[in-house]
């Protein structure tokens, strides 16, 4: 990544929610963070999702990334170990 490139990363776990804007140089530039809103459901989490990017963030192509494959079932995402 060159050093002017800023990228976003999410952490969806089940207590919390962190993101954290880091340069190409690696360094972190901003952070937020919130408790999971388990109890809302899905749309509720993506919801805190998208308020902590605009925390972290004003203006950079979100991506996303994860470990495994992840597979759609109406009304929620599951992500599966290969």
Do not use: C, N, Y
């Not at 805190?48 to 929620?76: K, N, Y």
């Amino acid at each position: 990544m060159k050093e002017s490139a800023l990228a976003v990363g999410i952490d969806l776990g089940g207590t919390q929610v962190r993101a954290a804007l880091v340069g190409g140089d690696g360094w972190v530039r901003a952070r937020a963070a919130a408790r999971t809103d388990v109890v809302g459901g899905p749309v509720a989490v993506i919801l805190q999702m998208q308020d902590l990017f605009s925390q972290v963030t004003d203006e950079v192509d979100p991506g996303i990334a994860r470990r495994g494959r992840l597979s759609a079932h109406p009304g929620r995402w599951t992500a599966r170990q290969e």
